[in-house]
C-alpha cells in the first residue's frame, strides 16, 4: 500500500508542473484524496481535495492557479499548477484518506525561483 509522488522541480516564476501521485496496493477509486505542501519553517498546509466522483475543492490562495484531478483507471491523482510563484515553493505531499491510518506519499520538491 503505498502513493508516490513525481513531477516537482526547479520552475521560474509563472511557470507551470504538474505533479502526480500514483497509487497502489488499494482501491484508488474509493477514497477521497488531497494534496498538501509545507514550506521552509512551516507547518504543513491543506492543498486541495478530490473525492471518488471528482467533485473538488482548492486552497483559496491557489484557486484559479491549481486544479486536482484524479483518473480513477491510471489509479493516480493529479496537481495542475499554474502561474506558479515563489510563495508555492514547498514539498508536495499526497495524502489518500483511509479510515484508520490516512496514507501519505515520500513528497516532492517544488521550488518556484529565478
Known amino acids: 500500500v503505498q502513493l508516490v509522488e513525481s513531477g516537482g522541480g526547479l520552475v521560474q516564476p509563472g511557470g507551470s508542473l504538474r505533479l502526480s501521485c500514483a497509487a497502489s496496493?488499494?482501491?484508488?477509486?474509493?477514497?477521497?484524496m488531497m494534496w498538501h505542501r509545507q514550506a521552509p519553517g512551516k507547518e504543513r498546509e491543506w492543498v486541495a481535495t478530490?473525492?471518488?466522483?471528482?467533485?473538488?475543492n482548492t486552497l483559496d490562495s491557489v484557486k484559479g492557479r491549481f486544479t486536482i484531478s484524479r483518473d480513477n483507471d491510471l489509479n493516480t491523482m493529479y496537481l495542475q499548477m499554474n502561474s506558479l510563484k515563489p510563495e508555492d515553493t514547498a514539498v508536495y505531499y499526497c495524502?489518500?484518506?483511509?479510515?484508520?491510518?490516512?496514507?501519505w506519499g515520500q513528497g516532492t520538491q517544488v521550488t518556484v525561483s529565478s
Open positions: 495524502q489518500a484518506i483511509m479510515p484508520l491510518n490516512p496514507l
Open positions: 496496493g488499494f482501491t484508488f477509486r474509493n477514497y477521497v
Open positions: 478530490i473525492n471518488s466522483f471528482g467533485g473538488s
